[in-house]
């Protein structure tokens, strides 16, 4: 089979793949919630089957102690973090608008230091920045009220979920085997080495980011509500929450985290407004410098650009699912993509028609003891 063939049946495969997710869109939910909790539990279930308690028995308890855990985290965080999201929503004009006064009674000051023009352009800038984030702030807003309805209209998908994740973990091993059987012999090798990739890259997103995202809800929450800032646990957690995009976490929770605080603090208590601006320097020094690097390394390598166009388009056509699924489909595509210009390198369309195609270096064999002593001398 040529390699324009070959191109137009995976094309086609995954067109097909695209189709089948939009048309089953609204059902999804469960199952890839489900398919999510058994990839991350699995090597857990590997290490107690090790150990010599039986496949099933292992994805019992495995299930049960993270239901578990689940549950006792949303009973205690829930009702609290909903209080202050909802006062956050509510007082958030209220703080823009104090911003704004407060802007105002700087104004001489810029007025003195930039020049009249130069000052007017700001406070025009500044009105329009301000004016377009509180639009976006109410639009996300009414999102997540209308995802909520959803979610409470679809309760029943949580009993679905652990059912699903565990039938998988038990079957995990033979469906792994069954799909290797399906591979063409031809390419398994190849095959194989691309799917490894992906792996690697599935463990990067979702284990690795998983736990970034973690240990920056824990850091931020925790280090804004000893700071005393209003509101902190809840800016903590939509700024962790909104790291897996590139910058936009970040950003959004220090927007909202100068805002307060300087409603909030400013004048007579600006140490604490130079305590949060630490708080996010030291937050995005260890995000970009130490937890990027040893949990997620180069294992996604997927462009910031490409990645916000994966959530946005993935949101548009799936709505919530495809939040979901934007982030590992995008390191999918990246994998395969890497993969095709590989060959597309190595391929006569590429070299030329008379040009062989690039092989790989052999790599060299060790040579026996005699053959090494007969080429010193």
């Not at 949580?158 to 998988?168: N, W």
């Not at 591979?183 to 970034?212: F, K, N, S, Y």
């Not at 390598?301 to 995008?330: E, K, Q, R, S």
């Not at 395969?336 to 590989?342: F, I, N």
């Amino acid at each position: 089979m040529g390699l324009r063939n070959q191109v137009l049946i995976w094309v086609g495969l995954f067109l097909f793949a695209i189709l089948l997710l939009w048309v089953f869109r609204s059902i999804l939910l469960p199952f890839v919630v489900g398919l999510t909790l058994a990839y991350l539990l699995n090597p857990v279930v590997n290490w107690l089957q090790k150990m010599g308690i039986g496949r099933s028995w292992a994805a019992m308890l495995v299930l049960t102690g993270g239901i578990v855990l689940l549950v006792g985290l949303l009973l205690a965080l829930v009702p609290l973090v909903a209080a202050q999201v909802g006062g956050l929503i509510a007082g958030l004009p209220g703080y823009v608008s104090a911003l704004q006064e407060l802007l105002r009674e700087w104004a001489p000051q810029f007025t003195e230091w930039l020049g009249p023009e130069r000052t007017a352009q700001l406070e025009n800038s500044l009105a329009d920045l301000i004016g377009r984030g509180v639009e976006f702030a109410g639009l996300v807003t009414a999102t997540l009220a209308a995802s909520g309805l959803t979610v409470i209209n679809t309760i029943a998908v949580l009993f679905i979920t652990p059912v699903v994740a565990f039938y998988l973990l038990v079957d995990w091993e033979g469906m792994m085997r069954k799909a290797d059987d399906l591979l063409p012999r031809q390419h398994q090798a190849e095959i194989r080495g691309v799917l490894r990739d992906i792996d690697r890259a599935m463990a990067g997103v979702i284990r690795g980011q998983g736990g970034v995202i973690l240990v920056l809800c824990v850091y931020y929450s925790t280090a804004l509500t000893l700071s005393g800032l209003n509101y902190g646990l809840a800016i903590g957690l939509i700024g962790g929450l909104l790291s897996f995009v590139p910058y936009v976490g970040f950003f959004i929770g220090f927007a909202l985290s100068m805002t307060v605080a300087l409603v909030q603090f400013w004048p007579e208590q600006w140490v604490f407004v130079v305590i949060i601006l630490a708080v996010y320097l030291v937050g995005q020094f260890l995000e970009a410098n130490i937890l990027y690097p040893k949990l997620v390394g180069q294992s996604i390598n997927i462009n910031p650009v490409w990645l916000m166009f994966a959530l946005f388009a993935f949101a548009l056509l799936f709505g919530f699912v495809g939040l979901l699924l934007a982030v590992p489909l995008a390191a999918i595509s990246g994998v395969l993509t890497r993969y095709a210009l590989t060959k597309y390198q190595q391929s006569s369309l590429y070299l030329g028609e008379e040009a062989e195609p690039v092989e790989p270096a052999p790599e060299p064999q060790p040579q026996p003891a005699k053959a090494r002593a007969t080429a010193r001398k």
